[in-house]
């Protein structure tokens, strides 16, 4: 059994590593409410916005959306890595890299790049794919703009030719203690599912192939800044009920080494009892 002083240290050490996780907890609960607000009133925008698209394209002809709906044969795959640029958030980032690694071997014997969406999937995913653009700094300034932009540089590569085919990974928020990992399609535009058409009584100045052209890329902006909003209160979602358990686990601990403090001093007493009861006996004698 560990001396009374080695006991008292770990209580103490375990007593501050409490106080730490129970402040981080407190700091996720605040940033959480404010990034679970931001994607709440987003997604119905962002929805609508897919859904009227995907209903006006599938009335269309041949390829009038234009370059991002273009399907081609899949050689090269750009996967977006939407991660956090901190740690302690359980198996949150964990959960991307895995589904980044079983996309990887989805596309086998086909050129998977990576562009890594915060600082843990950039140095995770660096040493076993090739990582094209680290976009950590996006969490300094998290703006419509800042995302357009990065955005606009992958909708320009698969213009280009430079990817076939591009998918977002990261975590969807569903509550503080659920978050769902998700492979969403960002291009090509993904058609309408179940090729189901709503049909609709409207007049459309200009052309629908002008509306169309003018909103896909208003459209694919939107789905990318959906998807990091949704990481980033997801990430603090489960950084908060990473610490909730972290603060209850050092609190079982502190009670379990009090409880062994106190019989170590118990037995310590004890002894000490016992050595001067035996040494009056034996002056006695």
């Not at 698209?53 to 370059?67: D, I, K, R, W, Y």
């Not at 086998?108 to 995770?124: E, P, Y």
């Amino acid at each position: 059994m560990a001396n009374l002083k080695e006991i008292r240290n770990r209580i103490s050490s375990v007593s501050s590593t409490m106080q730490i996780t129970s402040a981080m907890k407190m700091v996720s609960a605040a940033k959480l409410k404010k990034a679970q607000d931001a994607i709440t009133a987003m997604r119905p925008y962002a929805e609508k916005l897919t859904e009227l698209l995907q209903n006006v394209s599938a009335t269309l002809e041949g390829n009038a959306g234009g370059v991002y709906t273009e399907q081609r044969e899949v050689n090269k795959v750009l996967l977006v890595a939407i991660s956090s640029n901190r740690g302690l958030c359980g198996a949150f980032n964990t959960n991307v890299m895995k589904q980044v690694h079983a996309r990887t071997e989805f596309y086998a014997n086909k050129q998977v790049d990576v562009l890594a969406i915060g600082k843990k999937s950039n140095d995770i995913l660096s040493k076993s794919h090739t990582v094209v653009s680290n976009e950590s700094a996006i969490y300094d300034d998290l703006s419509f703009n800042n995302v357009a932009a990065i955005a606009e540089d992958v909708m320009k590569k698969f213009v280009l030719g430079d990817y076939d085919r591009v998918e977002l990974i990261y975590n969807h928020f569903k509550n503080a203690a659920t978050q769902i990992i998700k492979t969403e399609q960002f291009l090509p535009l993904a058609p309408i599912e179940g090729g189901e058409v709503v049909s609709s009584d409207y007049l459309f100045e200009p052309s629908k192939e002008e509306i169309i052209l003018s909103l896909i890329p208003k459209a694919l902006k939107t789905q990318m800044y959906k998807a990091i909003r949704d990481s980033f209160a997801s990430e603090h979602g489960a950084r908060m009920t990473a610490m909730h358990k972290a603060t209850d686990n050092a609190t079982d601990l502190r009670d379990q080494l009090k409880l062994t403090y106190n019989k170590a001093r118990q037995a310590a007493i004890t002894n000490e009892i016992l050595e001067i009861v035996g040494g009056a006996e034996a002056l006695n004698s």
